[in-house]
Every structure is written in C-alpha cells, then in structure tokens.
C-alpha cells in the first residue's frame, strides 16, 4: 500500500526565513510525486511535480529515493505563501490510477 | 477558471437525504476525480472515472454512487447521507493517464445535520 506522510500539520516561519515541508513516502514500485498548494478561499492547484523538475514561486523538491522523501524547500518565504501544502504519490496498479495525499501541513508566514 | 465548476457549492441536508452533488468540465478531460476533504485526513479519493462509463472505486466509497455518462459531466450522490459525510467534497479532472496534473474545482461544502 502506498502512503504519504507529511509530519508537521502546522509551519509557521518568518519573512524572508528558509522554510522546509517535509514530505515522506511509501511505496514499493517508482513514484510520481507531486505538491499541491491551496490558497485562503481558493482551490487546490499544482504547485510542482517532481518529473518536472521545475522550480515555481521560488519552490524546489527533490525525490530522494533512498530516504523516500519529497521534501519542498524555499530558501527565503514570503508572505503570500502562506496556504496549505499537499505532497502527493500518484501510482498506476494495472489499469487503475491512485492518487494519494498526505495530511497537508498549513504553512504560515508572518510579516 | 471555469473549466472545472462545482455545484452548489453550499448545500445543509438532513440525515437519511439523498443528495447530488454535480461536476462539470469543459475541457474534455479523460479522468474525474471525488475527494472529500477532512481536518486531519487531508484529501481522500472517494471514486474516479477513467472515460465516460468507466469508474472505479477510491479509499472511501461507502455510502457514495457516481456515475458518467458523458465525459465533461461526473456527479457524486449521496445516497442516504449520514453525519459523518459533512465535508468538503472536490472534484478534480486530468487530461489523460500520462499528464499527471490534475485540475480542481472549487469545493462544495456539504453540512448533514
């Protein structure tokens, strides 16, 4: 069975502080991770997947499979990163696709 | 971004109702997606649909039906609707197997009282 874990449910940094969200995994096969950010009154959205390898708002993650983890960096917040991250493990068991989220951890960034 | 809408977006029912809970897409998206969204369970799969009359299954079917006879719609009913299904439910599409992004509506906010 897969799982994700994001252990820290609530972040809070200072401006302009590096911030960390840490994101572990289990799954047996090659996973496709992803992380999703949902703003104050506004809809879940994808902020970065890891085949990508992108780097969006300033937010990098890098699979690391011998520590099965996706960890989401940013080495200065701002304020409007605050919102609620999801880290995400997407699988394909024959023809039927998971998707499967963690908890989520609301980060918050104060002025 | 109207190509994912939900409705209503608010909706208070009674224990025992049968209620629907709709999904529209405009992009002709091959997957749709049910999740509820709960303090402490984070976003959970309840069904999928691959194309239009395939579904499958989630993390936490029970007490849900969908169904999918054309693909822009993918409604999610209730079908007798309990306390514990008071959530936030979201409906998600993605283009095709290979894409991996999905793309999500804005939530509906289910009260069963």
């Known amino acids: 069975a897969q799982r994700v874990t994001q252990p820290e449910k609530l972040l809070s940094v200072f401006k302009g502080a590096p911030v960390e969200l840490k994101c572990n995994y289990s799954?047996?096969?090659?996973?496709?991770l992803f992380w999703y950010v949902q703003y104050s009154r506004q809809r879940l959205q994808l902020l970065l997947r890891h085949i990508s390898r992108e780097s969006i708002k300033g937010f990098t993650a890098d699979l690391n499979k011998g520590e099965t983890s996706f960890h989401l960096k940013k080495p200065f917040a701002q304020e409007e990163d605050s919102a609620m991250y999801y880290c995400a493990l997407s699988s394909w068991g024959g023809s039927n696709y998971k998707l499967t989220f963690g908890k989520g951890t609301l980060l918050t960034v104060n002025p | 971004d109207a190509g994912i809408t939900q409705s209503p977006r608010y909706k208070i029912t009674e224990t025992g109702r049968q209620v629907t809970l709709m999904c529209h897409q405009t992009?002709?998206?091959?997957?749709m997606f049910w999740y509820r969204q709960d303090l402490g369970h984070g976003l959970r799969l309840i069904y999928y649909s691959a194309a239009a009359d395939i579904t499958d299954k989630g993390e936490v079917p029970d007490g849900y039906v969908v169904s999918r006879s054309k693909t822009e719609n993918f409604p999610l009913t209730l079908e007798s609707a309990t306390r514990s299904q008071t959530s936030v439910y979201f409906c998600a599409s993605m283009k095709t197997s290979a894409s991996g992004e999905q793309y999500f509506g804005p939530g509906t906010r289910l009260t069963v009282t």
């Open positions: 799954y047996s096969g090659s996973p496709e």
């Open positions: 992009w002709s998206h091959s997957y």
